[in-house]
Nanobody
Framework: DVQLVESGGGLVQAGGSLRLSCAASGFTFDDYAIGWLRQAPGKEREGILC????????YYADSVKGRFTISSDNAKNTVYLQMNSLKPEDTAVYYC??????????????????WGQGTLVTVSS
């Protein structure tokens, strides 16, 4: 079975940092691209970070640009989301997702739609 499991969420003060992890099983990053979504209270889920498969650049939503970065450890089949300079408006449930790639209007699913159970990030002011 293909599966994604997020971890690393928690409570942090504004200006702080967190690193989320996403462990993938049942597939490799050669098969599907991993991106990140989030859903804030009362808002729709939004894609915040995903890869452009045409040129390998990273799409960042304006709300996280310059503060969030993605990295991966292929040996561990794990992707990380490093979040710096956190703001209260970053409070949300964060999901890693596959096969999430950059499209003309932001992140979109390509071959499959898969996401984990999510991990809650709360940023206090």
């Amino acid at each position: 079975d293909v599966q994604l499991v997020e971890s690393g969420g928690g409570l942090v003060q504004a200006g702080g940092s967190l690193r989320l992890s996403c462990a993938a099983s049942g597939f490799t990053f050669d098969d599907y691209a991993i991106g990140w979504l989030r859903q804030a209270p009362g808002k729709e889920r939004e894609g915040i970070l995903c890869i452009n498969i045409n040129n390998s650049s990273i799409y960042y939503a304006d709300s996280v640009k310059g503060r969030f970065t993605i990295s991966s450890d292929n040996a561990k089949n794990t992707v990380y989301l490093q979040m710096n300079s956190l703001k209260p408006e970053d409070t949300a449930v964060y999901y890693c997702a596959a096969d999430l790639v950059a499209g003309p209007k932001g992140c979109r699913y390509r071959h499959i739609e898969l996401w984990g159970q999510g991990t809650l990030v709360t940023v206090s002011s």
